[in-house]
T-cell receptor
Framework: DQQVKQNSPSLSVQEGRISILNCDYT??????FLWYKKYPAEGPTFLIS?????DKNEDGRFTVFLNKSAKHLSLHIVPSQPGDSAVYFC??????????????FGKGMKLTVNP | DTAVSQTPKYLVTQMGNDKSIKCEQN?????MYWYKQDSKKFLKIMFS???????INETVPNRFSPKSPDKAHLNLHINSLELGDSAVYFC???????????FGPGTRLTVL
């Protein structure tokens, strides 16, 4: 039972264009969302996050949008750079157990930015 | 100045063996985690410890036993290894009050 879904396994974009990575979730108890970036043979690294009380958070080239009613979030990268090529994981915090910082991850999406 | 480190990076072993994976963080974080990334690429939490106390145990088989000698270390011991245990295991840590978790480089376990 996937509570966090990244339905597109891969995305390929040209350098300088926008990359849009999508994520859907099913659990209305999720109150905080994160994007992680992962290079091969390395651990995931935190990229950007958003609280459920906001609908947008921006950090440089990276912007995350949250649509709570649709249970959907997206990560926009603009302009995309070849160094952005990696696997991106969407994650959500499950607060249903109260106080434990449990993250639920999607299965990731591979982004390739072509020079 | 590695933040979260794991050893070994690769581990190949026979079915039925017992093995351990070590994790250390030098970030001063209170909470540490173990995640498993299986062949389908899902990253799923296994355990979480806060100041050496177990706070999350996600119905992991008893063959998996985490041990936290101090808050900077969280080791994972696996008994009677099975083929299905083959995966990449990630350790992570987080400071109190923060949702972001910092991951180690992973340990690729292959059970033959």
């Amino acid at each position: 039972d996937q509570q966090v879904k990244q339905n597109s396994p891969s995305l390929s974009v040209q350098e300088g264009r926008i990359s849009i990575l999508n994520c859907d979730y099913t659990n209305s108890m999720f109150d905080y969302f994160l994007w992680y970036k992962k290079y091969p043979a390395e651990g995931p690294t935190f990229l950007i996050s958003i609280s459920s009380i906001k609908d947008k958070n921006e950090d440089g080239r990276f912007t995350v949008f949250l649509n709570k009613s649709a249970k959907h979030l997206s990560l926009h990268i603009v302009p995309s750079q070849p160094g952005d090529s990696a696997v991106y994981f969407c994650a959500a915090r499950d607060d249903s157990q109260g106080g434990s910082e449990k993250l639920v991850f999607g299965k990731g999406m591979k982004l390739t930015v072509n020079p | 100045d590695t933040a979260v480190s794991q050893t070994p990076k690769y581990l190949v072993t026979q079915m039925g063996n017992d093995k351990s994976i070590k994790c250390e963080q030098n970030l001063g974080h209170d909470t540490m985690y173990w995640y498993k990334q299986d062949s389908k690429k899902f990253l799923k939490i296994m355990f979480s410890y806060n100041n050496k106390e177990l706070i999350i145990n996600e119905t992991v088989p008893n063959r998996f036993s985490p041990k936290s000698p101090d808050k900077a270390h969280l080791n994972l011991h696996i008994n009677s290894l099975e083929l299905g245990d083959s995966a990449v295991y990630f350790c992570a840590s987080s400071p109190p009050g923060y949702n972001e978790q910092f991951f180690g480089p992973g340990t690729r376990l292959t059970v033959l």
